[in-house]
């Protein structure tokens, strides 16, 4: 495991990614290895030294229970102890990169969400196709307005001040 380059663009690759972490930590904290498993004792996770040494080296595993332990220990978050160590120097790309992956996990729900909504919709329109048009129509111009609004948001207004509604020039 210690001999192997890990995989590049992996962002979890497990016990390597930690086992590399840990030494990092301890020696960025000018930490032995005595030091580091007398403060994962303190904080109840039992651990001598000598494996301390053994998982920094990939001559033995860590568990569960340990890995939470040394992030406790280090003050970090469980999911950037297990980041690839290139980018655990940098902090802030980890926490950028978990806001990416909770933005895409937001909109996965919001898309999930709207067809649900659309299909209860459909459903309900089925049964009373004497307003289907009428709320085709609603849908549509409430999606309309409110993607406007986002495209202003992302893009701001059109290009030479276009900020007169066409319908006003017919």
């Given at each position: ?11 979890l690759s ?14 960025a904290?000018?930490?032995s ?6 403060r ?70 919001a ?18 196709p ?41």
């Open positions: 495991m210690a001999d192997e380059d890990p995989p590049q663009g992996v962002l497990g016990e390597g990614n930690v086992a590399v972490r840990i030494k990092l930590e301890r020696e904290r000018g930490w290895t005595n030091a580091l498993s007398d994962m004792n303190e904080a109840g996770f039992e651990m001598n030294p000598s494996a301390v040494w053994r998982i920094e080296n990939g001559k033995r595993r860590i568990n569960l229970d340990e890995t939470i332990g040394f992030a406790e220990v280090f003050g970090l978050d469980l999911r950037n102890l297990v980041g690839p160590p290139q980018l655990a120097a940098e902090a802030r790309a980890m926490e950028l990169i978990d806001e990416i992956v909770d933005a895409f996990r937001a909109t996965q729900r898309n999930m969400a709207f067809t649900e909504a659309r299909d209860a919709l459909d459903a309900y329109l089925a049964e009373h004497d307003v289907r048009e009428e709320a085709d129509v609603m849908v549509s111009n409430a999606i309309a307005e409110e993607a406007s609004k986002t495209m202003l948001k992302m893009h701001g207004p059109p290009a030479g001040g276009g900020d007169t509604d066409p319908a006003d020039e017919a």
